[in-house]
């Protein structure tokens, strides 16, 4: 896979997550809601244009791992982040 960087963007009790190719300008983006401990992951939006090569799983990811460093749940109410968490027990800690 070419080069992915996540970059995360907060808005107060909203914010994104973006995926950032190295070879296109799409970009990707799983969004969210905070309530109280609790990251809601609302959208995961992928680009057809950069589909199917795993940037959806790597802004997943990027959520679990920023969910373990700063001590919030998340409730998957995306589906494909309620998929990811099916496929990924390992990630219970943080699941709300």
């Known amino acids: 896979m070419v080069g992915v960087t996540i970059t ?3 808005f107060g009790s909203t914010g994104e ?3 950032h190719l190295a070879d296109s300008e799409h970009i ?3 969004t ?3 309530e109280g ?3 809601h992951a609302d959208h995961t939006l992928v680009p057809e244009a ?3 090569r795993g940037v959806a799983g ?3 990811e990027a959520l679990v791992a920023d969910a373990r460093e700063n001590n919030f749940r998340i409730a998957p109410d995306c589906s494909y982040v309620a ?3 099916k496929r990924h027990p390992e990630w219970d800690d943080v699941k709300a």
């Open 28 to 30: 990707g983006r799983l």
């Open 17 to 19: 997550y973006h995926a």
């Open 37 to 39: 401990p609790v990251r």
């Open 8 to 10: 995360k963007h907060e």
């Open 58 to 60: 790597r802004l997943v």
């Open 83 to 85: 998929a990811a968490f």
């Open 50 to 52: 950069i589909g199917g």
């Open 32 to 34: 969210w809601t905070q």
